[in-house]
């Protein structure tokens, strides 16, 4: 095929040899398999930032964390030299993300390289070695979608422990090989601790994928794992390896009205005092 021109720089540097095919274009990025020795992988070329669209949201971007402080002044400037910055700091997310779950265990294309806005990665393949398909492409028996369901969410545990929310989970960004799903797409994903909308986004992430999965298997619908997740998570106890019952306990106790009228006096008998105090001084003036 045409060499698409973002991909010229890695063909004369040696580090791909052929540009096999182009997958499916998305919203934020384009995708060619590509040939580097014997090996078939996957290159994915950024658009520009103009042509992304909501991932750039401000509501992902919070508690990321800069490095280099003349850098993270500059990004909050509107100036070129800042929007550059921003930029490369947002390209960077997703190969930092993968490598970061690689070595947390959590199914991903392995990271091999980022070049000039493109990443080079692992192709998820199928049975027959072409482009593995999607979650939402394939049908599922009953067993086959609480087995993926489970892993998924194994998966979401592990990514949580390693500090990072998806954030876009969806049938959409879900791969499926001979060993099941494989995640992808992740330069939007946030920083579990430093983000305020970490916590809905969990949420959401786990709520589509109980969606998709119960259209195979319906008792997963009836299932929590997320609030569940995310308790264990603010109370410090979730682990890899932590055992989850898909329930969550709303927090139903009823407010003991005793204790919060005594409080409510003890705050008016305060402020009684203080206000003869005040007066007490301002009389002694
Ligand atoms: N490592 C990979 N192996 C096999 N196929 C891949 C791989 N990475 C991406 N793809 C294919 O390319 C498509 C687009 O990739 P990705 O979701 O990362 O890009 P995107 O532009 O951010 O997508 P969108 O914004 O539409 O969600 C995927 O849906 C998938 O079919
Ligand atoms: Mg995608």
Known sequence: M?????????????????VVTQL????????????CGDELRCAKVFKEAKQRSFKQAVEYQEGRKVRNSRRARAMSKKTRYGQREQEDAWLNAEVDALYRLASAGVRVPKPYSFV???????????????AAPRLDNVTLTEDQARDYHGQVIADVVRMLCAGLVHGDLSEFNVLVDRHGPVIIDLPQA??????????????RDVDNMRAYFGRFAP?????????EIWALYESGELHP?????????HD??????????????DALEEEADRRERTRDDQEDE
């Open 2 to 18: 045409k060499i698409p021109k973002r991909l010229q720089p890695l063909l004369d540097e040696g580090m791909i040899d052929e």
């Open 24 to 35: 499916m274009s998305g919203k934020e990025a384009q995708v060619y398999v590509v040939r």
């Open 116 to 130: 000039d806005g493109v990443l080079l990665m692992e192709m998820i393949a199928d049975e027959e070695g072409y």
């Open 190 to 203: 946030v920083d579990a601790a430093g983000n305020n909308n970490a916590a809905r986004m969990l949420e």
């Open 219 to 227: 008792e997963l619908l009836d299932t929590e794992y997320g609030k």
């Open 241 to 249: 390896d932590v055992k989850l019952t898909g329930r969550f306990e």
């Open 252 to 265: 139903t106790s009823s407010v003991n009205v005793d204790e919060l009228m005594a409080v409510i006096d």
